[in-house]
């Protein structure tokens, strides 16, 4: 069974950072590409970033370029999003996905950032 757990959210001021993880298993997670997507309270999905299979093509949305880096473990079959100067409207739920066809997602990890 495929399952991904998303993990490492939390409530920091703004400005601080935080380091989400993704653990999955069920499947061969280096043959992957995997993004994040938030949703933020009362809006839709929104797609944060993409890494691809091996870890050497990355992407992200102009509202996070600059501040968030996503990368991979694949000896350990984790995910990981590594926010830095956060702001309040990065508040949301961040999951971890399977965007192909394969349509996996985490259960999602609340982040708030509020003073």
């Known amino acids: 069974e495929v399952q991904l757990v998303d993990s490492g959210g939390g409530l920091v001021q703004p400005g601080g950072s935080l380091r989400l993880s993704c653990a999955a298993s069920?499947?061969?997670?280096?043959?992957?590409?995997m993004s994040w997507v938030r949703q933020a309270p009362g809006k839709g999905l929104e797609w944060v970033c993409y890494?691809?299979?091996?870890?050497?093509?990355?992407s992200y949305a102009d509202s996070v370029k600059g501040r968030f880096t996503i990368s991979r473990d694949n000896a350990k079959n984790t995910l990981y999003l590594q926010m830095n100067s956060l702001k309040v409207e990065d508040t949301a739920v961040y999951y971890c996905?399977?965007?192909?066809?394969?349509?996996?997602w985490g259960q999602g990890t609340q982040v708030t950032v509020s003073s």
């Open positions: 890494i691809n299979g091996n870890g050497g093509v990355t």
């Open positions: 996905a399977d965007l192909g066809p394969q349509g996996d």
């Open positions: 069920g499947f061969t997670f280096s043959s992957y590409g």
